[in-house]
């Protein structure tokens, strides 16, 4: 709960009124209500806020002197930019970003804040009106609506052109925060006569162009889609095209620093824009410069606690070497004993693998060569087959001519002379390999028959 002490300050920050008698008496006569306290004295001095539209709520106008002042900043000169603080609903919060943490904690870059005590002052309750409770849009719907904007824009306006982010709006507003830049958002009404001339001649103009990817982060929408049309409510954009230059504050709200709609010139657009480039930079160089004295303050503290570490580990140094020393002696002694049991149940393992192979292999020649039956005798329908081996080793035997080219393998197979189980019985003249495809093949068939002459072939 705010004090009145800080309600009487922030009162004091906002309306440039330095009578505390006086800021109590507007807070005490308001309830000490202090946004309709502020909403009442702002009513009265609307004409502060010149380019705020006329559509807007006067509560939300402030002068940017004012939070400067309140957070120590030197104000700019003459400032002619009027801030509006925009609430965003809860759909687009969660919507753009999918961790809602992540949104309720925006606020100024600057820790502590530069600009952060005037604005979280104000609006700590949540937004008066009826703010959409609209569904939210999933993170890839968001995503999706965004990439097709900028497929979009870039299949109309192929040259120069802004580079558009293809995210969601949350999302464009951290990576502008990130990167100590301001957001320029254009919503884009596609049938709006006025857009391609907009488009075209003003806003993918070189100057303005390049003056935008250089000191803006760009976010665009269609308001047609889902969240184009949620930002243009929410910006309360009355007339197309329309562009924005806005900025991340506290409690889930945006300062609205420029908007611009209706048709604008190139020369019109880039001076509004690096009007608000120049006055709003001093609040990006204090945040830049906190940012900075942050991370080396966490450098600091990185390197002290390295030191310390460094420190520590020396002292335990010598004491781990020796326990490692003694593992290590008692690990290689483990490993030789676990290594000898090893080769010596290998070995015992590889000679009773090996009589197991030798005896299946006299099994299958036993059993091959019971399968060939007795070798008949001479005779017209008997063939006479030659095999010779790899070792210049020769065996002969008798089939009858209908045996098949398998027999034959049977034969080779119950000799035992091979080692290997993958060959091929070829004949030379002519050349014809007998592989298991033919193997079905009687001997008269194959065109064996009466002799043959076959070498074994490895393969």
């Not at 009773?352 to 099994?363: G, I, L, P």
């Amino acid at each position: 709960m705010v004090d009145v002490a800080d309600k009487l300050a922030c009162f004091q920050a906002v309306t440039g009124l330095e009578d505390p008698d006086l800021c109590t008496e507007i807070l005490q006569a308001h309830g000490w209500d202090l946004e309709l306290a502020i909403s009442s004295f702002t009513s009265s001095n609307q004409s502060s806020a010149s380019t705020i539209t006329s559509d807007s709520d006067p509560r939300d106008s402030l002068d940017p002197t004012q939070y400067a002042s309140s957070s120590g900043l030197v104000p700019a000169p003459n400032p002619s930019i009027a801030w509006k603080l925009v609430t965003l609903p809860f759909s687009v919060i969660s919507g753009s970003l999918g961790l809602v943490s992540g949104a309720v904690e925006l606020g100024l870059w600057a820790a502590g804040g530069v600009l952060s005590y005037s604005l979280g002052m104000i609006g700590l309750g949540q937004g008066r009106g009826g703010e959409s409770s609209a569904r939210l849009v999933s993170v890839s719907a968001a995503a999706s609506e965004a990439m097709e904007f900028v497929a979009a824009f870039e299949r109309d306006y192929p040259t120069t052109r802004p580079n558009f982010v293809g995210e969601g709006f949350m999302d464009a507003l951290q990576r502008s925060r990130n990167s100590f830049k301001l957001l320029f958002v254009y919503l884009h009404s596609p049938d709006h006569p006025d857009s391609p001339v907009f488009c075209g001649r003003t806003l993918c103009s070189e100057a303005v162009a390049a003056f935008v990817n250089e000191n803006f982060v760009a976010w665009g929408a269609d308001i047609r889609a889902s969240e184009g049309f949620k930002m243009s409510n929410i910006l309360k954009a009355s007339r197309f095209p329309f562009c924005a230059v806005v900025m991340p504050t506290t409690n889930q709200r945006i300062a609205l620093l420029q908007q611009v709609e209706g048709p604008t010139s190139p020369e019109e657009m880039l001076t509004m824009l690096q009007k608000v480039l120049e006055e709003s930079s001093p609040v990006l160089v204090a945040a830049r410069l906190d940012a900075e004295e942050r991370r080396n303050n966490m450098r600091l503290r990185e390197e002290q606690d390295a030191a310390y570490r460094a420190a520590l580990e020396a002292d335990q140094a010598r004491e781990r070497q020796r326990r490692e020393e003694q593992e290590r002696l008692e690990r290689e002694a483990a490993e030789a004993e676990q290594k000898r049991k090893e080769e010596e149940e290998a070995h015992e393992r590889a000679a009773r693998e090996a009589a197991e192979k030798e005896a299946a292999r006299a099994r299958m020649r036993e059993q091959k060569a019971l399968s060939l039956g007795d070798e008949p005798e001479k005779g017209p329908s008997v063939t006479q087959v030659l095999v010779r081996f790899p070792t210049g080793e020769r065996k002969e035997r008798r089939f009858h001519s209908t045996a098949t080219i398998q027999s034959v393998y049977d034969y080779v197979d119950s000799l035992g002379c091979l080692e290997v189980e993958d060959y091929s019985l070829v004949s030379n003249f002519p050349r014809v390999t007998y592989g298991r495809d033919k193997q079905s093949l009687s001997l008269k068939e194959a065109g064996l028959h009466p002799q043959a002459s076959l070498f074994v072939e490895l393969n």
